[in-house]
Nanobody, 126 residues
């Protein structure tokens, strides 16, 4: 069982930065692929980024490549999403998710993820 709690969301202007954090309660956190998803009003939840258990492999949605960076600290059971050059279209509820344990690849399909946080709101004004 994995419990996830996101934090760090807020209201910012376009061009600003935010860092989202996800705190995990899990006996074997480092065995899980960790991902970030987001859901904008009226839209389906979409993949943002994922990182492998070791942190060596990561993937990003095309819409955030070059602006967002995912990282993890297995010693602290934390996952982060650094978001730079934010745009109004980044406005959404952002969810942290865990896939595993012992998955070899970083999935971009939400159906692959077994555990989810409650989400944190990010609002970017123009």
């Amino acid at each position: 069982q994995v419990q996830l709690v996101e934090s760090g969301g807020g209201l910012v202007q376009a061009g600003a930065s935010l860092r989202l954090s996800c705190s995990a309660r899990a006996r074997t956190f480092m065995a899980y692929v960790m991902g970030w998803f987001r859901q904008a009003p009226g839209k389906q939840r979409e993949f943002v980024s994922a990182v492998s258990w070791s942190g060596d492999d990561s993937r990003y949605a095309d819409s955030v490549k070059g602006r967002f960076t995912i990282s993890r600290d297995n010693a602290k059971n934390m996952v982060y999403l650094q978001m730079n050059s934010l745009k109004p279209e980044d406005t959404a509820v952002y969810y942290c998710a865990a896939d595993g344990p012992f998955k070899r690849s970083t999935a971009d399909n939400e159906d692959d993820y077994d555990f989810w946080g409650q989400g944190t709101q990010v609002t970017v004004s123009s």
